[in-house]
């Protein structure tokens, strides 16, 4: 696949994708060090390694098409369109985040990009996920949601219950798991009878394919071939992506479940890594196009930062606010 | 050159205890680089750095136990100025609650004291004796030691402890605290508006508490007070081995057969109906009772004792004794309630001077008697010497009550259920709330046609109930 | 000159059906769906011929994923659509817990302000006709707990009619807990009745010694109640709270202000109730005006038994509410 896939690859699209894997990674480094600084507090799951899911997935989707999206979800938010600077500024708490500092890292939402969340408990944007389609497709809409979430889920009711409602009644969703082997620290063998998830997916009697999760390339592809079918009325339709996040589960965690060669070993397949290294091998990028993008992206990270810095505290006496329509506290 | 501080990572983190420098002065280092291994609450783990540049001083030596943001290192720039300023600046978190609140310390702070310790060190006591002088407030120094060496033993601070138990005025015996006057959050409220005394009300609330209703008592002294309770009477033992309630059940079974049994053997009685319309009563009543707080509500039933009253009045042989082969007409009227009692049984205590209450008067007693009839609170007189009896059998859905005359008495009134039935009047027909009356009287002291006027008038007096 | 509206007999489930009939015709967005609610007309009948009227695209029968379904409510409701969620008996509700408290009444605030959720979820609710402990819970009073839902609980025909189209029309979450010895109460009910307030309580009974607080279930033998009290001269004022969030504390303090006395009767438990809150408020906001303490006849402390005297025991019946009542009123008995 991936030879003639190269040969068809146009430039401008490779430079696209290896910028937008770019722009999560130094995000989320960024991220990293403010959280260390306190300037950033909460949970913080960082996506670094499985950059090339999101940044494959997202360029397939139509402006209208809806996102459904977990608590490592940064990557997501901002290849959707969400801005760095609102993300950013959501992270530290301020009311200009794209939650107005009230979700924090774990709860990103956009209803401009339909990005409907980063969702903190596993498993529980699935009927969520159903249910925005079915809406969709009760409206005749030709929208596509795109459903992610972790292996984790797997093991939850909701996944089983939200497979089976939308191939029963054919809707237009894609679910998108993104197996990076470890449930927090519990390995995928240590919580699964059957670990092979697009099997279990199967079952449901809608289309399956495991995916290379640490190849951009493999992922639009499959993703695309997914959407198209799904936005025809070719029902739900699921990919299971293999990756693999290089970091801790979330920044307080000191590993204890998995060592360092196994580690090591994923760290040699980095997406960025590896497709960098094709893009050059091909002769679509030359060094200082690669440079330029890394000065873009340090740019924007920067204006995100600053913008987060430059934010201000929601008054507490808005406190109640958005917990009905109105306003009003009940 | 900027420093490398002691990361957080996570909000429940506070220190971190330096393991292992992964690097040494002279060391050039880049951003995400591991430079060092962290002991946290949860384990070691390996921290990184976020700038580039040359380690030139380690400021925390390994085994060091750190706070959070505390400089471990210090890195010179590599020579592209300070764009990794970020680590140095902490930690600036968001403010609990608004920017201004910030709380000062004003002044020098105060050393600490020192204590004075050479008194207690000159004195030799054992562990024992110097706790034991704490606890029975004795000054060491004033204890000489019997021990060796003159050391002071638990039993010579014993010793002055006594001594000073003695001299001492014994401490006055605690007096009991009077106990608080409980009273309604509301009553409590009122009397602070209307300006009362507390102490001069009386509480008749559940557990004496003072309430809303004794306020308004209070505020009216034209209502007399209820006369203190009286004594509970004794009730004569009956020799049995069953347990005292028993015993006294049995008794009153006992006695209420013999007065029965005596009535159908010896009084010829008599029995009249009479349905009466109670509308206008109860309408009246319902009136009435808006205008009234719920301690000094009617219930229908004193207008009926009330009627009964008046009507004995106007026909004076319902009231009275057979005695001694004679009818003896009885001045007063004291109406004798049948009340039924919890555990069975029945007695008829009695209501003096009926006619001359007022519906209030009249419903003070009805509550008080029932009351007392239930907890046994009775006075031997209301026991005896009620002069007619009157039976409201009403809330049990009794629609006619065939009485029993309890001898002597010459009378009984019963009273049946209220209830809403077709009522014909000036050729109309309608539905009306109707009650039905009935007299068992004794023919040796009167007839019916006396029976039948008697009947009339209550129905009549019920008529017009604002006169009652 | 105004014509008295045409009255018609009718029962709390054919209203309810009346209901939901009136806003699928009114409404495109509106759909139905839940376990039997169309082939099999509903558990309790209350959807029965809505399938063969609307169809299976707008009469969902899904299958038994309570969390699925209450989460495909969410969103669908998010991206557009009225959606009437039934959830068999709010035991059944547990199941779809994290959906309903960790979504639907969250994400308006966590998106801060960006997502509404206009759905409404119907459940039945209630002891009564021995089916044990995991058929027979009032837990409405657990879930007014929850900020970001609205907590419905209407106790007549009139309510059961008119609560549906308001709380579809509200722009964020509706629980409506229908009490299901209630589905066979008849009433009468205007021909043309519409939509009732779901902000207020309202007074059933107005009486000036004491104020009975209840809704649901327990709105009936609490009226009965009031009937009985009224034979010993006590008045009692009968509240339907109607919602218990928002709880129209208004309504109740005006009355309670009035009465100075106040007893809450509640089918849920004691313990953390919703009369706990009840109680609560009216210390906080009437205390001066309290003439005895509060009171409340709530459901024993056990999960609901089978046999049907221990049934009747567990819950709130006529006897211990006047009982309460008197006791309140300081009668000795």
Known sequence: MTSERIQHLDRDHAHYLLHQMLRVRRFEEKCAELYQATKIRGFLHLYIGEEAIAVGAMGVLEPDDAVVATYREHGHALVRGVSGGSIMAEMYGKQEGCSRGRGGSMHLFDSETRFYGGNGIVGGGLPIAVGLALADKLQNRRNVTLCFFGEGAVAEGEFHESLNLASLWDLPVVFCCENNLYAMGTALERSESDTNIAIKAASYEMPAWTV??????????????AVDATRQGGGPHFLEFRTYRF???????????????????????????????????????????????????????????????????????????????????? | MNDFVMPSLGADMDDGRLLEWYVKPGDAVKRGDIVALVDTDKAAIEIEIFEDGVVSELLVPEGEKVPVGTPLARIGGSGEGAAGGMAATLPETPPAVAPETVIETVGKPVPPEVPVTQAVSSVHATPAARRHAQERGVELSDVSGTGRHGTVTKADVEAVAKELEATLPAEPE??????????????????????????????????????????????????????????????????????????????????????????????????????????????????????????????????????????????????????????????????????????????????????????????????????????????????????????????LGVDLVYGVIYPPQVALIGFGKITDQPWVENGMIGARPILTVTLAADHRASDGHRGGIFLTTIAKVLQDPEAL | MPVAPTLVKTTYREAVRAAMQEALERDDRVFLMGEDVGAYGGCYAVSLGLLEEFGPERIRDTPLSESAFVGAGIGAALAGMRPIVEVMTVNFSLLALDQI????????????????????????????????????????????????????????????????????????????????????????????????????????????????????????????????????????????LRTLRPLDMGTVLASVRKTNRALIVDEGWRSGGISAEITTRLVEEAFYDLDAPVARVCSEEVPIPYAKHMEEAAIPQVPKIVAAAREVMGFDE
């Not at chain 1, 290379?212 to 071939?225: H, P, Q, S, T």
């Not at chain 2, 009535?263 to 008599?270: A, D, G, L, M, W």
């Not at chain 2, 509550?367 to 239930?374: G, I, N, P």
Request: aromatic letters at 4%; hydrophobic letters at 40%.
């Open chain 1, 212 to 225: 290379d999760g640490m190849n951009v390339l493999a992922v639009e592809d499959a993703v695309r071939k």
């Open chain 1, 247 to 330: 970091r801790a589960h979330s920044m307080f965690d000191p590993e204890l479940y998995r060592d360092k060669a196994e580690v090591a070993f994923w760290r040699d397949r980095d997406p960025i890594k590896t497709f960098t290294e094709l893009l050059k091998e091909q002769e679509l990028i030359e060094d200082g196009e690669l440079v330029q993008i890394e000065e873009m992206v340090a740019a924007e990270v920067e204006a995100a930062v600053a913008f987060a810095e430059g934010g201000t505290w929601e008054p507490v006496s808005e406190l109640t606010r958005f917990v009905y329509s109105d306003g009003s506290g009940l």
């Open chain 2, 174 to 395: 605690p007096q009991p605290k009077p106990s608080r006057k409980r009273i309604s959050p509301l009553a409590r409220r009122l009397v602070k508006e209307l300006g009362l005394d507390l102490a001069t009300i009386e509480g008749t609330g559940p557990g004496g508490t003072v309430t809303k209703a004794d306020l308004e008592r209070a505020a009216v002294p034209a209502v007399p007070k209820p006369e203190p309770k009286p004594a509970a009477t004794r009730v004569e033992p009956v020799k049995a081995e069953s347990s005292p309630r028993e015993q006294k059940q049995a008794a009153m079974r006992r006695a209420i057969g013999a007065a029965m049994a005596k009535s159908k053997r010896e009084i010829p009685h008599y029995y009249l109906s009479n349905r009466i319309d109670v509308s206008r009563s109860l309408s009246w009543l319902e009136e009435e009772n808006l205008e009234r707080p719920i301690t000094n509500r009617l219930v229908p039933a004193v207008l009926l004792l009330k009627a009964t009253a008046l009507a004995i009045r106007e026909v004076p042989e319902m009231n009275g004794f057979w005695l001694d082969g004679g009818f003896k007409p009885s001045e007063d009227i004291h109406l004798g309630m049948g009340i039924s009692l919890r555990g069975g049984g029945l007695i008829a205590p009695a209501i003096h001077n009926a006619d001359q209450k007022d519906l209030d008067e009249l419903m003070a007693d009805l509550r008080d008697l029932v009351k007392r009839s239930r907890s046994g609170g009775l006075k031997s007189s209301e026991m005896t010497d009620a002069t007619v009896t009157v039976t409201n059998m009403g809330d």
């Open chain 3, 101 to 240: 408290l960790n979504n639907a009444a969250t994400i308006l605030h966590m998106s801060g302000g960006q997502f509404n959720v206009p759905l409404v979820i119907r459940m039945a609710t209630g002891a009564g006709r021995q089916l044990a402990a995991q058929h027979s819970h009032s837990l409405e009073g657990w879930y007014a707990h929850i900020p970001g839902i609205r907590v419905l609980t209407p106790a007549t025909v009139e309510d059961a009619r008119g609560m549906l189209w308001p709380a579809l029309m509200d722009p964020d979450p509706v629980l409506i807990f229908e009490n299901a010895l209630l589905y066979n109460l008849e009433g009468e009910i205007a021909e043309d009745a519409g939509p009732v307030s779901i902000d207020q309580a309202i007074v059933r009974h107005s009486g000036t010694d004491i104020t009975l607080i209840t809704y649901g279930g327990s709105l009936g033998k609490t009226l009965q109640a009031a009937k009985e009290l009224q034979r010993d001269g006590i008045g009692a004022e009968v509240i339907d």
